[in-house]
């Protein structure tokens, strides 16, 4: 038997589904809703095991600590966009087709060693008015289309990497972009 614990987390963010597409035997309307700039609010679920309890724990729930930190510093209140997104260079212009290259040569490297997501430099944007300064701080710009599946792989594999010293599995993370709707990506 295994031991399982989990532990939910919660944040605003907006994104943009570009490649969204509509099967009209299946849709009762055609309307491509999530091609639209838009927000949710967002919870994310990690699921953790262990076949034997340290001190009577899978792990303390203080472990996860760092991932609240890291939510609420990363994605909480923040535009998450594909770089690949074809309207991110209208929408924020600063980001030019010269600085996507760039970004794509360099694979969004994070502090976490992740390829998944890139903070713009601020050296981008610091000469702009502080409201324009404002929305570049609040973009994450990622190298997958933000659905609720790859937010949660993206999610897993922060988790996983972080998690895995401490001996614990990463079972799942489930994320909820709606009360209604998840994506799960684990084991």
């Known amino acids: 038997m295994k031991h399982n614990i ?3 987390f919660d944040f605003c963010y907006g994104h943009r589904v570009h490649n969204q597409k509509l099967n009209p035997d299946y849709a009762v309307d055609t309307c491509l809703v999530c091609r639209h700039l838009h927000g949710h609010q967002g919870q994310v679920i990690i699921k953790l095991e262990a076949d034997y309890l340290t001190d009577g724990m899978v792990t303390d ?5 760092w991932f609240k930190k890291w939510v609420d510093d990363t994605l909480d209140h923040k535009m998450i966009m594909d ?3 074809p309207v991110i260079s209208y929408v924020y212009p600063l980001i030019t087709e010269k600085r996507i290259d760039d970004y794509r040569s360099n694979m969004f490297m994070n502090d976490m060693g992740s390829k998944a997501f890139l ?4 050296s981008i944007y610091e000469s702009e008015p502080l409201a324009v300064q404002e929305i570049y701080e609040g973009l994450v710009v990622v190298n997958f289309v933000p659905t609720s ?9 922060e988790v996983k990497k ?5 001996g614990v599995t990463v079972t799942s ?3 909820k ?3 209604k709707t998840s994506a799960i990506y684990g084991l």
């Open 173 to 175: 993370v489930e994320f």
């Open 162 to 166: 972080k998690m895995f010293p401490l």
């Open 177 to 179: 972009e709606t009360p």
């Open 83 to 85: 770089i690949n997104d």
């Open 149 to 157: 599946e790859n937010i949660s792989a993206w999610l897993y594999e």
């Open 119 to 122: 903070n713009l430099s601020p």
């Open 61 to 65: 729930f203080k472990h996860l600590g």
């Open 6 to 8: 989990t532990k939910s």
